[in-house]
Every structure is written in structure tokens, then in C-alpha cells.
């Protein structure tokens, strides 16, 4: 029940500041709006990991810097996405590949679930897939690039880039805790985010010089990124703590049901259409929840 709690409340976190980073990338780009939210999330799981006490380790810190790395490269991906696609197909399209690398790493390391959960699992991961279709219309852009960079610039096959990403930061973060380490894989994980998106901004500004699109600016859209950073730095604690209190399979499938609350949100403040397939998929997440409770 525990596991269950903190991986939906994760779930929770991680959908409001998909929605809020999403929000900020479209008006910037995504490694500047990142370069708000990473930092502001590493202030945040620092002061929680020196209040929550724990002894760091070299291996723990070293599987949580290795995580960042996947998760940095993950962010930038998926800012990307958000900025290219709407937020209702990005997110599930990112979750749900996220979530089947967890559950094959799990099955591998010998994890073996009830009938209930088992079901209750598979039930949500057929609700993310539902929410994840978008209209099956074509919509002609002459002016869409072709080869790698037509690739690069579109948001579901993006979003899926970054899905698998955030499915191996899922394993290695729960690779990372030993049961006294406390929080600070977490602050290893924040800055392993920290060197690739500074890596990545040096990089583009080498390619492209000092204009790589328009900065973060004004109180409001700066206030976005940085309460965005602080959730998503929320988020991965309590994902971190879900996976060492149960099964990995168990937690990042739970956490990956975050979409649903994008998706809400997404509607509301773009009004981006929700279509009946994705009603469903909430409908299906709802039973596949209450089956992994009872389970």
C-alpha cells in the first residue's frame, strides 16, 4: 500500500511539472528552460537529502550520477517533444516507454508479482498506450526537414527517445539505494542532470552561437520553471523511495501513469482535444490502480 501511494503521489508530481516545463519550452527552448528547472530541483533534493540524514556511498552516488546522465539526456528530449507536439500524445507516448524497461529489468532480476498486481499492471500499461494515440489523420508541412533532423523534430518518435531514458534512469535509480543512503543518490542523479544540459547548451552554442532561441524571462515564466524543478525533484524522491520500499516493475509503472494528469491539464489550458480512446485509457488506468491496491 505504501508503494502504491508514493509512486501515484510521483505520478502526481511528475504530470504538474511535465505540464509547467511544457508550458515553459514553448515560449523558450528546452535546454533554456531546463537550465532553470535542473538546478532549482538539485537545491531542492540537496536540502531534503542534509534533512533526512543518510550516509552517502561511492556506489550509491555513483549509480545516481550514472542515472542523471540517462534522466539529463531524457529532459532534453522530451522539453523538445513538448515543444514540437501536443502535450496529451507526448506524454504518454514518453511514459509508456518508460515504464516497459522498469518491468523487463524487474522480470530479470527475478521479481515475481500476485495474480492482482500482475493484472493491475498490465491494465495500466495498456492505459497509458491508450492515452498515448493521437488522430490517425495526415497533415501535410511542406517545409518539415527531411533525414535525422525531420526525426529530431518529431514529437512522438522524440518522446519515445526520452521515455526509454527515463526507463533506465527508473533501474539505476533503484540500483542506487542501500537502505542507509538516504537521499543522496538523488543529489548525485540531480547533478549528473546539471553536467548534461550544461554539456548539451555549450555544445549548441558553439554550433549555433550565443542566439539559441528566445531566453526564459519575466517573473511568471521563470516562477513556472523553477516550481516545475521543485516538483520534478518532488517527484523523483518519492518515485526513489517507492522503488526501495517495493518492486521496481511495480513502482515505475505506477509513476508512469503521471500522462493522465498532463493530459487533464493540457486540455484545460490549451484545450487540446481529449479524445474518446483517451477517456478510455483514464477509465482503464482507474481499474488497473484499484486492482494493484487490492492486490
Request: charge should be positive; hydrophobic fraction near 55%.
Amino acid at each position: 500500500m505504501m508503494v502504491t501511494a508514493l509512486a501515484l503521489s510521483a505520478a502526481l508530481a511528475y504530470g504538474v511539472a511535465d505540464f509547467l516545463g511544457g508550458a515553459v519550452s514553448r515560449r523558450s527552448t528546452a535546454l533554456k528552460a531546463l537550465m532553470w528547472c535542473v538546478p532549482m530541483g538539485l537545491v531542492v533534493v540537496l536540502a531534503a537529502a542534509f534533512l533526512t540524514g543518510g550516509h552517502a556511498t561511492w556506489a550509491g552516488l555513483g549509480w545516481g550520477f550514472a542515472a542523471g546522465l540517462a534522466g539529463g539526456v531524457g529532459l532534453i528530449a522530451f522539453y523538445r517533444a513538448l515543444a514540437r507536439g501536443p502535450m496529451s500524445v507526448v506524454a504518454p507516448v514518453s511514459a509508456l516507454a518508460a515504464a516497459v524497461l522498469p518491468v523487463i529489468a524487474g522480470v530479470a532480476r527475478g521479481e515475481r508479482l500476485g495474480a492482482g498486481v500482475l493484472a493491475g499492471m498490465l491494465l495500466c500499461l495498456v492505459a497509458i498506450g491508450l492515452v498515448s494515440m493521437e488522430d490517425g489523420g495526415t497533415r501535410e508541412d511542406t517545409a518539415r526537414p527531411s533525414g535525422v533532423r525531420r526525426l529530431l523534430d518529431n514529437g512522438p518518435v522524440v518522446a519515445g527517445i526520452s521515455g526509454a531514458c527515463f526507463g533506465i534512469f527508473f533501474i539505476l535509480l533503484k540500483t542506487s539505494g542501500d537502505g542507509d543512503s538516504g537521499l543522496w543518490p538523488l543529489v548525485a542523479a540531480r547533478a549528473g542532470n546539471v553536467c548534461v544540459i550544461a554539456t548539451a547548451l555549450i555544445i549548441a552554442v558553439r554550433l549555433h552561437g550565443p542566439d539559441t532561441g528566445p531566453p526564459v524571462s519575466g517573473r511568471t515564466l521563470i516562477g513556472l520553471a523553477l516550481i516545475s524543478g521543485a516538483l520534478d525533484a518532488g517527484a523523483n524522491a518519492l518515485y526513489f523511495l517507492a522503488a526501495q520500499a517495493g518492486l521496481l516493475s511495480l513502482a515505475a509503472v505506477l509513476t508512469s501513469l503521471y500522462p493522465a494528469i498532463t493530459v487533464l491539464l493540457a486540455r484545460a489550458a490549451y484545450s487540446e482535444r481529449l479524445r474518446a480512446v483517451q477517456r478510455l485509457g483514464m477509465a482503464v488506468a482507474v481499474a488497473g490502480v484499484a486492482l494493484v491496491t487490492v492486490g
